[in-house]
């Protein structure tokens, strides 16, 4: 009984700070929640469910669907030279490049650390070799440190099993980027 009232207690303190909060305040919390602080895309939190959604989406519309997978060459050299100033700032270039090369209904997830992940609805792989050819070319911009490696992993019609399809592509397009790394000869060493 003791452990009933101390449940139904620390429920009503929760329901009386979100009165105070009010809607407003709870919908920026949420969404603060759901994305990176330093870059201001998604983090990785809602992926999973935003994938199942475009998963879903794709199956009922017969439509492809593409994951980007993006690590940034050389981050740890950049916060060792130049500080991890200049390591955030070159996070936060990413993420603006991604966001202004991404349609409306494409996201940007930072994963973690320097890698981020795109996931683009209604998109076959083809297209997705040439948002990666964007995304590369403005990062080359003059007096830039910021160069990428790129994977990619596509669906296109066939049956797709839930529990796995998500795992599955992201670890076919990470494979696909550290094959780019490798045959850059810039995989570091742990």
């Not at 475009?54 to 050299?77: K, M, Q, T, Y």
């Not at 070159?90 to 490049?97: M, N, P, R, S, T």
């Not at 990470?174 to 045959?183: F, L, R, V």
């Amino acid at each position: 009984m003791k452990k009933i009232l101390d449940s139904v207690v620390r429920l009503v303190r929760a329901f009386i700070i979100v009165y105070r909060l009010g809607p407003k305040n709870i919908i920026d919390l949420s969404e603060k929640a759901l994305s990176d602080p330093l870059t201001g895309v998604y983090n990785r939190w809602p992926l999973e469910d935003l994938c199942k959604r475009e998963i879903n989406r794709a199956e009922r519309d017969h439509s492809p669907f593409s994951i980007v997978v993006i690590d940034i060459d050389g981050l740890w050299e950049i916060n060792d030279t130049h500080g991890h100033s200049k390591g955030d700032k070159v996070l936060q270039e990413l993420a603006a490049v991604l966001k202004s090369i991404c349609r409306k209904g494409d996201y940007v997830f930072r994963l973690g650390g320097d890698e981020f992940l795109l996931l683009l609805p209604n998109i076959g792989e083809e297209t997705a070799l040439k948002v990666v050819d964007r995304i590369k070319m403005s990062c080359r911009k003059e007096g830039s440190l910021l160069e990428v490696s790129c994977g990619i992993a596509s669906w296109q019609d066939g049956s797709l099993n839930h529990d796995s399809i998500i795992n599955d592509l992201i670890e076919e397009a990470d494979a696909s980027m550290y094959k780019e790394k490798k045959a850059k000869g810039i995989l570091r060493k742990k």
